[in-house]
């Protein structure tokens, strides 16, 4: 199988961003909330998720943003996704996820909008 | 079901890891049945969920296990049936919270048969307790 799922991190104007590529399912989920624990536990909040090169995201995979993103807010900051491909945004839109979820079309702007609003 | 059923079966060992094989073998099935790549994306997903929750909660991730994913195609539909012998469940106690609930509660889980009954036309479950369980999801054929 190359259904292989990486995570990259790097740091933008004070934002973490998160690269994530390839398969996002239950297999590859635990590696993805793992990643998101060691940015809180480091006191980074502050995070942009750049979808562009997610080939495919299940439940598993949403579950984590789920589950993260009330404790990110109550610290002060934010779970924010940017450059979703369409095959992967219906999944987020089935279930309501353009509503809870702060959602733009590039990291640019996903990290411009930390800026904007100071620190949320 | 009409003269022209065809059957396809999987059985792959209770690991995560043949997630992608079952999507392969979902996808080619979509496809061969006529359904464009975003519609068969979409039933992938939904088979996906099923066998993940089969791994996961029937049997808890051991791959001595085997899940069994049998699709029949047809005139008029394809159908799915996700087969175990694992720990059952009742769909009905299955809670449909809100996702906003899920959020507040930060939940990880409670999204797959959300996602299930979203893509397919009807969804059903028969269990034997102790026996087997049976997931079945059905999807009509465009043309249908």
Redesign the interface.
Do not use: I, N, R, T
């Given at each position: 199988?190359t259904?292989t799922f990486r995570i990259e991190s790097s740091d933008q104007d004070g934002v973490c961003v998160l690269a994530v590529e390839g398969?996002l399912?239950?297999?590859t989920a635990p590696a993805f909330?793992t990643a998101i624990e060691d940015e809180i536990r480091s006191g980074r909040v502050r995070l942009v998720v750049d979808c562009s090169r997610l080939t495919?995201i299940?439940?598993?995979g949403?579950?984590?943003f789920?589950?993260?993103?009330?404790?990110i807010r109550e610290q002060g900051g934010d779970i924010k996704l940017a450059a979703i491909t369409p095959?992967v945004f219906?999944?987020f839109d089935?279930?309501?996820?353009p509503q809870?979820f702060d959602i733009t079309g590039s990291v640019e702007a996903a990290v411009a909008r930390f800026s904007q609003t100071r620190g949320v | 079901m009409d003269a022209f059923e065809r059957t396809f079966a999987l059985h792959v060992p209770s690991s995560t890891e043949n997630l992608a094989m079952i999507r392969d073998f979902v996808a080619s099935i979509g496809s061969k049945a006529g359904f464009d790549e975003n519609e068969a994306a979409r039933i992938t997903l939904a088979v996906d969920e099923a066998c993940a929750n089969v791994i996961e909660h029937a049997y808890r991730s051991d791959d001595a296990y085997i899940v069994t994913i049998r699709a029949t195609l047809d005139s008029e539909v394809l159908i799915f049936d996700i087969v175990d012998n694992g720990r059952g469940f009742v769909a009905s106690d299955v809670a449909q919270v809100d996702v906003e609930e899920l959020i507040r509660q930060r939940k990880s889980g409670g999204l797959g048969l959300r996602l299930i009954r979203a893509v397919m036309d009807d969804v059903k479950y028969q269990i034997t307790p102790g026996e087997k369980n049976e997931l079945r999801m059905v999807k009509r054929l465009k043309h249908a």
């Open positions: 199988m259904q398969y399912d239950a297999h909330e495919y299940s439940s598993a949403l579950g984590v789920m589950s993260f993103l009330e404790e095959k219906q999944v089935v279930l309501g996820f809870l | -």
